[in-house]
């Protein structure tokens, strides 16, 4: 079975969604970071950055959101999470799956920080530069990869929600609005914020 260490209000909405989303039993084993859990010697032994989402299945352990969000939509093909391995689309889904991690994620924290980083060093360019591409991708939509939903688009649309609607971090664009309502309106989308909001 699988069991899904989480926190609420945290970054392990993702995975929660991914979840919800993948119609396969789990369950979820509250991780309160508000109370240091993740530090515990039992969860570190899972992820050794102390930190949610985590996940384990069987033997299987990992942690790091858009990982559990491969690992999930590889290891259960039945989810159609994600293009197969044969499909040409998988090459754009792990881009922008990757793209969640490597490149959204700094850049809301230079966002925050204000930290200076020239674009060449910057591994995302600039925050700028992320959300412009981001934006011109999803104007084609309605999903990163057209007409198929993917497990790039949990990794993507919670980020976006988070920094759009909630943080109010990256200002808003009419691509952007209408994804995050695309996401919203399903209904794994809905159940995952019920359960995150703990
Ligand atoms: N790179 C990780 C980041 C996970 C992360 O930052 N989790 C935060 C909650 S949003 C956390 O567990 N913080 C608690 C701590 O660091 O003590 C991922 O993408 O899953």
Request: aromatic residues 12%; charged residues 20%; glycine residues 6%.
């Amino acid at each position: 079975m699988i069991k899904l260490y989480w926190s609420p209000r945290s970054r392990s909405f993702s995975a929660i969604w991914l979840l919800e989303e993948s119609g396969l039993a789990y369950e979820r084993v509250l991780t309160d970071i508000s109370t240091g859990a993740q530090k515990s010697p039992d969860f570190l032994k899972i992820n050794p950055m102390g930190k949610v989402p985590a996940l384990t299945d069987g033997d299987a352990r990992l942690a790091e959101a858009a990982a559990i969000c491969a690992y999930v939509a590889d290891r259960y093909p039945e989810t159609k999470l994600a293009p197969a391995t044969t499909d040409p689309k998988r090459a754009r889904y792990l881009q922008w799956l990757f793209f969640s991690p490597s490149c959204i994620e700094p850049a809301l924290i230079q966002l925050f920080t204000k930290l200076e980083v020239p674009t060449s060093t910057a591994a995302w360019g600039s925050a700028a530069q992320v959300f412009d591409v981001l934006d011109a991708e999803l104007q084609k939509g309605p999903w990163i990869l057209g007409d198929q939903f993917s497990a790039a688009d949990i990794a993507i649309g919670s980020g976006l929600n988070f920094a759009v609607r909630i943080f109010k971090t990256v200002p808003a664009r009419p691509s952007f609005d209408a994804y995050i309502d695309r996401c919203m309106a399903r209904p794994a989308f809905q159940r995952a914020e019920k359960i995150a909001a703990g």
